[in-house]
């Protein structure tokens, strides 16, 4: 079972790709899609959909995640931030790959144990959880993150702990989840 | 000229295409993509996209005009217009279209002479301007009247009124924007 993990954004994109298999998760890929930035918004986001959907053609994951509708700010980076999220799930829709949305607080809690984790604990927990030499940039750990959540949540379903519908709220507890770093 | 002028959004996204003549404009098509309703957000984004691709494949456009930013009445319903908004921009990057954003104040003071026109006025104008046989329906009427604004707007361009820059400000005076339908 492979899991693309995206967290899409305008400037940055990360992308985690990770195979769970057995109860063992392992690392395949991460890494960010950043568009240029002297370009206009629709050359933007057509960088970032062809970033995609070589990813998709590259690693043929089995199913995808992606960080579910954070409450912005303001409206106006809302909708910048709902522009690049909405090529990403027409690239996951148009591949026919299955999606499930977790909000980051599920993530946070799935991989650091606490759903109000910091960007660095999150880091720390990706890369000792898949084993990393390095610690992954933030864009990158949070994708790899959210693919780590799904490839659970999915291990979960598949014991038959959870039904399998998309948009499951996993609520985890095993092994790794436990291991908060604080 | 061709133009095709979109006005995005998650459950209808409107069309309008535009031919720009010699001061003539002519109308060639409108019409609204309308997503499956029991589908997930990312099937429904992906019929955007293919919609949008299609239409593009199909006429040709040589160049595109969507509504620029519009400050939604709150984050949730902006990022799932920006949703939208990312799959019609990346559409038109895609297939390397220029474009043009207008923001609907502007659209409708270049066909209905005043920024805070209704949509039944727009509607009205439209159907006026391109010779209907019956007003479009809002969403194609506004796509149709964002291609209208364009066209004209690269009209005074191309006779030196204004510099050719995309999101230029259309600043209309022509014989159409005067024939306010109050």
Known sequence: MRILGIDPG????GYGVVDQSGGKLIHVAHGIIRP????GTADRLAF?????TQLVSEFAPDASAIESIFVA???RSALVLGQARGVALAVLGLTALPVT???????KKAVVGTGSATKSQVQAMVKRLLELEKVPPTDAADALAI???QAHAGKLASLG?????SRRRPNLSGNF??????
Chains 1, 2 share one sequence.
């Open 177 to 182: 989840t436990l291991r908060n770093r604080t």
């Open 48 to 52: 970032i959909h062809r970033g995609l």
């Open 10 to 13: 305008s400037n940055a994109t």
């Open 36 to 39: 240029p930035k002297d370009v």
């Open 147 to 149: 693919a780590i959540c």
């Open 161 to 165: 702990v959870r039904s399998g519908r």
């Open 73 to 75: 700010a303001n409206a």
């Open 101 to 107: 949305e977790i909000s980051a607080r599920e993530v």
